[in-house]
């Protein structure tokens, strides 16, 4: 069969699986988009249109939207999983057992406790016989699927995986890369929510634009420390789902993770925050996980600490500031990260 008669599946109708599930319906591909909620799905059908969570934008002709998760799954060759961190693990219990032989691609940006898992580690556990890939990068919703030109990275060591991805999924405004270092990639999807909350907050701040420059890097400086010592490989953090991702969600107000921040930075609470933006914001959830693994692994992230004081101590933001800026000076770049390349991904 030809690349281009490829079934496949987006599980989750937010915003981010209704983007897929278009652009590669749009593609010419069959697809499927499952969700959960009768009354959305009702209405997609009707207007052609996500007005919850995808508004201003029209559903190609030719997807195919329901709330049945076997019929959803059907002869589908791929199935992407877009369901929050949360919810991911209980989406694959109900289908775990249909998935043996499939190419299962995550796109979820966020870490499972306990067990600090990768969604892709939930896929392994839950559909043990499933072929695994990850998909991230700088890839906002709204921007896909307004036909900005974008690009992302699928990651599995299943060469071969990466080629169906992209070929499902690549068109004229998306270029999909490849990458073998799949614990790397979504190590960087996940790690960079907790900067884009920080970067949110600083903007309400009404920062300088030398300090937003200062925490971008540092920010990359703290998440490569953290994912070398857990065994990614640090030049994956130079790419696309490294410094591309950590870029778009640090700058960008339609990031969920930085509408958090601003809106916390401006006074509000974190459940007033998150009540507001009505959709999922990951780096919530992975700020207290990871501020646990590090501490656990004895690895530094003063901004992830900082964060955590504010967010989770009743800390101020002025006493936050004022450590960070009085802690021990450092060196620039730590060079000894990159003598270290990608233990998880060689095997060793
Ligand atoms: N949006 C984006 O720009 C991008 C998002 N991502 C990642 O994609 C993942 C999904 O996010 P996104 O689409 O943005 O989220 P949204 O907040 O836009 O939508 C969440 C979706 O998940 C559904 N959902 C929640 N719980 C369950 C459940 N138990 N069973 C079935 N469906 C459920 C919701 O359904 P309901 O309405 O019924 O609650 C809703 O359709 C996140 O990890 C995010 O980080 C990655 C790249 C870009
Ligand atoms: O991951 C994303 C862009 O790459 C989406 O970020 P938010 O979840 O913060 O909106």
Same mark, same amino acid.
């Given at each position: 069969?030809?690349?281009?008669?490829?079934?496949?599946?987006?599980?989750?109708?937010?915003?981010?699986? #209704?983007?897929?599930?278009?652009?590669?319906?749009?593609?010419?591909?069959?697809? #499927?988009?499952?969700?959960?909620?009768?009354?959305?799905?009702?209405?997609?059908?009707?207007?052609?249109?996500?007005?919850?969570?995808? +508004?201003?934008?029209?559903?190609? +002709?030719?997807?195919? $939207?329901?709330?049945?998760? *076997?019929?959803?799954?059907?002869?589908?060759? $791929?199935?992407?999983?877009?369901? +929050?961190?949360?919810?991911?693990?209980?989406?694959?219990?109900?289908?775990?057992?249909?998935?043996?032989?499939?190419?299962?691609?995550? #796109?979820?940006?966020?870490?499972?406790?306990?067990?600090?898992?990768?969604?892709? =580690?939930?896929?392994?556990?839950?559909?043990?016989?499933?072929?695994?890939?990850?998909?991230?990068?700088?890839?906002?919703?709204?921007?896909?699927?307004?036909?900005?030109?974008?690009?992302?990275?699928?990651?599995?060591?299943?060469?071969?995986?990466?080629?169906?991805?992209?070929?499902?999924?690549?068109?004229?405004?998306?270029?999909?890369?490849?990458?073998?270092?799949?614990?790397?990639?979504?190590?960087?999807?996940?790690?960079?929510?907790?900067?884009?909350?920080?970067?949110?907050?600083?903007?309400?701040?009404?920062?300088?634009?030398?300090?937003?420059s200062m925490l971008i890097t540092r920010a990359l400086a703290e998440m490569t420390r953290f994912a070398v010592h857990?065994?990614?490989?640090p030049m994956t953090f130079l790419?696309?789902?490294g410094v591309?991702?950590l $870029?778009?969600?640090?700058?960008? +107000?339609?990031?969920?993770?930085? *509408?958090?921040?601003?809106?916390?930075?401006?006074?509000?609470?974190?459940?007033?925050?998150?009540?507001?933006?009505?959709?999922?914001? =990951?780096?919530?959830?992975?700020?207290?996980?990871?501020?646990?693994?590090?501490?656990?692994?004895?690895?530094y992230?003063p901004?992830?600490?900082?964060?955590?004081?504010?967010?989770?101590?009743?800390?101020?933001?002025?006493?936050?500031?004022?450590?960070?800026?009085?802690?021990?000076q450092k060196d620039d770049v730590e060079f000894a990260a990159f003598s270290q390349l990608?233990?998880?991904?060689?095997?060793?």
């Amino acid at each position: 069969m030809s690349e281009q008669k490829q079934a496949v599946c987006v599980l989750g109708g937010g915003s981010f699986g #209704t983007t897929l599930a278009n652009l590669m319906a749009t593609n010419g591909i069959s697809v #499927t988009l499952w969700l959960r909620d009768e009354a959305v799905a009702r209405q997609m059908n009707e207007e052609r249109e996500n007005r919850r969570y995808l +508004p201003g934008f029209k559903l190609d +002709p030719s997807l195919r $939207i329901t709330t049945g998760i *076997q019929a959803a799954l059907g002869s589908a060759d $791929i199935i992407f999983l877009a369901i +929050p961190s949360g919810a991911f693990r209980s989406v694959l219990q109900q289908i775990g057992g249909s998935l043996a032989g499939k190419a299962v691609v995550s #796109t979820t940006k966020g870490i499972e406790q306990p067990g600090f898992l990768m969604m892709s =580690e939930i896929v392994e556990q839950e559909a043990p016989a499933a072929r695994v890939a990850v998909l991230s990068g700088p890839n906002l919703a709204k921007e896909m699927a307004a036909g900005a030109l974008t690009a992302t990275v699928v990651a599995s060591a299943d060469e071969q995986l990466c080629r169906k991805v992209q070929a499902v999924l690549g068109s004229r405004t998306l270029r999909v890369y490849a990458s073998q270092d799949r614990y790397g990639v979504e190590l960087g999807g996940a790690l960079k929510n907790v900067y884009a909350i920080i970067s949110g907050m600083a903007a309400a701040m009404g920062v300088g634009e030398n300090t937003k420059s200062m925490l971008i890097t540092r920010a990359l400086a703290e998440m490569t420390r953290f994912a070398v010592h857990m065994g990614a490989n640090p030049m994956t953090f130079l790419g696309l789902a490294g410094v591309g991702d950590l $870029i778009v969600t640090c700058t960008s +107000p339609m990031s969920r993770n930085y *509408q958090v921040g601003h809106a916390l930075g401006k006074g509000q609470t974190l459940e007033e925050s998150v009540a507001q933006l009505g959709q999922v914001a =990951e780096g919530v959830n992975t700020l207290r996980v990871l501020k646990q693994k590090s501490e656990e692994e004895g690895v530094y992230m003063p901004l992830v600490t900082g964060l955590h004081a504010i967010i989770f101590e009743q800390r101020t933001l002025e006493d936050v500031i004022a450590r960070l800026m009085s802690g021990e000076q450092k060196d620039d770049v730590e060079f000894a990260a990159f003598s270290q390349l990608g233990r998880r991904e060689t095997g060793q």
